[in-house]
């Protein structure tokens, strides 16, 4: 069968995966990029995977939607039969690192890039020649077919606590940093990646993402001893064996041990440490004791390492491996979070039938900060107010009185040109009449430019009216705002900049 034929007929068929409404198109844009399609006849599909987590993780979710997009556009039921790619896999078994211990770790394949789709032209597997049926051509798709939600199989996930890959939505804004984790939980103790150093605000799901590495690595390896430990945690058993020092002193020494004893160790909220440099200083014994034998380490924080107040050598050993940054969701990202929420209350109370509006479900995702944990709380108040008080028939004006107060941040906040210029002025050390003036000097021009673009993206108002605040034509207020936004493209630095002063901005 022609491989473009073949392309054809796959990607019609992860568009059709795609429409069903209990899908997030984002998780099949981030999985299905990793499968690539074999062989096709008239009932069977043979596809291959890169890695064993993506064919397990495909298996088990997104078997019966391919199994119901190929009846839809067909009209017959498929075989579909998914294996890891070998070529793939021998590939990955050469770059595999084994972590250094007594008890040997069985090699774990290191994934493809998520963004690429094995070759077309590789050979098949064993099971694909021999279920392989020749045939010239695919059948023809059959027209306005269509099986409701009710008739098709339902998933069935059962992860090894509520904090794992496939309960963690993917968009945009954290696909890369998602992607390495994933890569992390795998292989661990790749050079590359080690340490694997995850960075954004509050309630983004950097988290998550560690403990969904913890999780998977005790399900699938579980000879090796994987740690996950809170900064303050940390801090709280270092100062207790501290203490305890001069009464027991095998307490400090007991305290060291399990921390170096680890395969894999992940620290949540490094920035807490601030400060605390006796913690500090043993943070880093472990870090190098574990990272010279191949262990490996996880490491997160609200900021990028070199934007946390400690010492320079600290900062470069953070950042000596890898280093990604989860962004604010955007709008469709929180329209699938929002959805995935729901998926979850429908399955915890056996109500298959319950939904929320379309219109109240996007007004939430407009209106909501960047805090993940928000938009929940928010979701779970509308769910309380329709399910505790009965009011199935709740209103969009309903909803905006329900949350009128609930976000910290967000569209909902109510701010204003001054409140803006003043925390530029602070963060940027310019006075107002120099914002404001006629002064062209370079700092005082980036200040400007940064104002106002902040104006144009948290109030969303005419070019003239943040014009008049500056002192400025319409003309000069887009050319600012046109030259930030072509800036943020081309450097991390200054998107970070601006998140930290928009949340300056909004903590008001």
């Given at each position: 069968?022609?491989?473009?034929?073949?392309d054809?007929?796959?990607q019609?068929?992860?568009?059709?995966?795609?429409?069903?409404?209990?899908v997030a198109?984002?998780?099949?844009?981030?999985?299905?990029?990793?499968?690539?399609?074999q062989?096709?006849?008239?009932?069977?599909?043979?596809?291959?995977?890169?890695?064993?987590?993506?064919?397990?993780w495909?298996?088990?979710?997104?078997?019966?939607?391919?199994?119901?997009?190929?009846?839809?556009?067909?009209?017959?039921?498929?075989?579909?039969?998914?294996e890891?790619?070998?070529?793939?896999?021998?590939?990955?078994?050469?770059?595999?690192v084994?972590?250094?211990?007594?008890?040997?770790?069985?090699?774990?394949?290191?994934?493809?890039?998520?963004?690429?789709?094995?070759?077309?032209?590789a050979e098949?597997s064993?099971?694909?020649?021999s279920?392989?049926?020749?045939?010239?051509?695919?059948?023809?798709?059959?027209?306005?077919?269509?099986?409701?939600?009710?008739?098709?199989?339902?998933?069935?996930?059962s992860?090894?606590?509520?904090?794992?890959f496939?309960?963690?939505v993917?968009?945009?804004?954290?696909?890369m940093?998602?992607?390495?984790?994933?890569?992390?939980?795998?292989a661990?103790?790749?050079?590359?990646?080690?340490?694997?150093?995850i960075?954004?605000?509050?309630g983004?799901?950097?988290?998550?993402?560690?403990?969904?590495?913890?999780?998977?690595?005790?399900?699938t390896?579980?000879?090796?001893?994987?740690?996950?430990?809170?900064s303050?945690?940390?801090?709280?058993?270092?100062?207790?064996?501290?203490?305890?020092?001069?009464?027991?002193?095998s307490?400090y020494?007991n305290f060291k041990?399990?921390?170096?004893?680890?395969?894999?160790?992940?620290i949540?909220?490094?920035?807490?440490?601030?400060?605390?440099?006796?913690?500090?200083?043993?943070?880093?014994?472990?870090?190098?004791?574990?990272?010279?034998?191949?262990?490996?380490?996880?490491?997160?924080?609200?900021?990028?390492?070199?934007?946390?107040d400690?010492?320079?050598?600290?900062?470069?050993?953070?950042?000596s491996?890898?280093?990604?940054?989860?962004?604010?969701?955007?709008?469709?990202?929180?329209?699938?979070?929002?959805?995935?929420?729901?998926?979850?209350?429908?399955?915890?109370?056996?109500?298959?039938?319950?939904?929320?509006p379309?219109?109240?479900?996007?007004?939430?995702?407009?209106?909501?900060?960047?805090?993940?944990r928000?938009l929940?709380?928010?979701?779970?108040?509308?769910?309380?107010q329709?399910?505790?008080?009965?009011?199935?028939?709740?209103?969009?004006?309903?909803?905006?009185?329900?949350?009128?107060?609930?976000?910290?941040?967000?569209?909902?906040?109510r701010?204003?040109?001054a409140?803006?210029?003043?925390?530029?002025e602070?963060?940027?050390?310019?006075?107002?009449?120099?914002?404001?003036?006629?002064?062209r000097?370079?700092?005082?021009?980036?200040?400007?430019?940064i104002?106002?673009?902040l104006?144009r993206?948290?109030?969303?108002?005419?070019?003239?009216?943040?014009?008049?605040?500056?002192?400025?034509?319409?003309?000069t207020?887009?050319?600012?705002?046109?030259?930030?936004?072509?800036?943020?493209q081309?450097s991390?630095e200054?998107?970070?900049?601006?998140?930290?002063?928009?949340?300056?901005?909004?903590?008001?």
């Amino acid at each position: 069968m022609e491989s473009i034929k073949l392309d054809t007929a796959w990607q019609k068929v992860c568009d059709q995966v795609k429409s069903y409404p209990s899908v997030a198109p984002s998780q099949v844009n981030a999985f299905f990029s990793r499968l690539a399609p074999q062989a096709m006849s008239e009932d069977f599909l043979m596809l291959t995977a890169d890695t064993e987590f993506i064919k397990n993780w495909v298996e088990q979710h997104y078997l019966p939607h391919i199994a119901n997009a190929l009846f839809d556009l067909y009209g017959n039921e498929f075989t579909v039969a998914i294996e890891v790619d070998p070529a793939a896999q021998a590939a990955a078994d050469t770059r595999t690192v084994e972590p250094a211990r007594d008890t040997a770790a069985k090699p774990v394949a290191q994934p493809a890039d998520p963004r690429t789709v094995a070759n077309d032209e590789a050979e098949p597997s064993a099971l694909s020649r021999s279920r392989l049926r020749a045939m010239e051509d695919l059948p023809a798709p059959k027209e306005d077919r269509y099986i409701s939600a009710d008739d098709r199989i339902p998933l069935d996930a059962s992860p090894t606590s509520s904090l794992t890959f496939e309960n963690f939505v993917i968009g945009d804004s954290n696909r890369m940093a998602y992607s390495m984790a994933v890569a992390v939980a795998e292989a661990p103790g790749r050079a590359h990646l080690n340490p694997l150093f995850i960075y954004g605000k509050s309630g983004l799901g950097k988290t998550h993402l560690l403990r969904a590495i913890q999780n998977y690595i005790m399900e699938t390896m579980p000879h090796l001893s994987t740690i996950y430990v809170d900064s303050a945690e940390f801090l709280t058993d270092y100062t207790e064996a501290a203490a305890g020092h001069d009464k027991e002193k095998s307490s400090y020494r007991n305290f060291k041990q399990r921390y170096e004893e680890a395969d894999v160790l992940l620290i949540d909220d490094v920035q807490y440490l601030q400060g605390k440099k006796q913690t500090l200083d043993i943070v880093f014994q472990i870090f190098n004791n574990l990272t010279s034998r191949g262990h490996q380490i996880v490491l997160s924080a609200d900021r990028a390492p070199k934007n946390i107040d400690i010492d320079e050598r600290y900062k470069t050993r953070f950042n000596s491996g890898a280093t990604f940054d989860i962004q604010p969701p955007e709008i469709e990202t929180k329209l699938s979070i929002i959805k995935s929420y729901l998926d979850e209350y429908r399955e915890s109370e056996g109500d298959p039938s319950f939904t929320i509006p379309e219109d109240i479900q996007l007004y939430v995702a407009e209106i909501s900060s960047s805090n993940i944990r928000e938009l929940k709380s928010a979701v779970t108040k509308i769910i309380y107010q329709m399910t505790y008080f009965k009011r199935t028939d709740i209103t969009l004006d309903d909803v905006r009185t329900l949350l009128e107060n609930h976000f910290s941040g967000g569209p909902s906040k109510r701010l204003s040109i001054a409140d803006i210029q003043k925390e530029v002025e602070a963060f940027y050390k310019v006075s107002h009449s120099d914002l404001v003036g006629k002064k062209r000097s370079r700092e005082i021009v980036y200040a400007r430019q940064i104002a106002i673009y902040l104006c144009r993206q948290m109030l969303d108002l005419p070019y003239n009216d943040i014009g008049k605040k500056f002192n400025r034509d319409h003309t000069t207020v887009m050319y600012s705002v046109t030259n930030v936004e072509k800036r943020m493209q081309e450097s991390r630095e200054l998107r970070e900049e601006l998140e930290t002063l928009s949340q300056l901005i909004r903590d008001l």
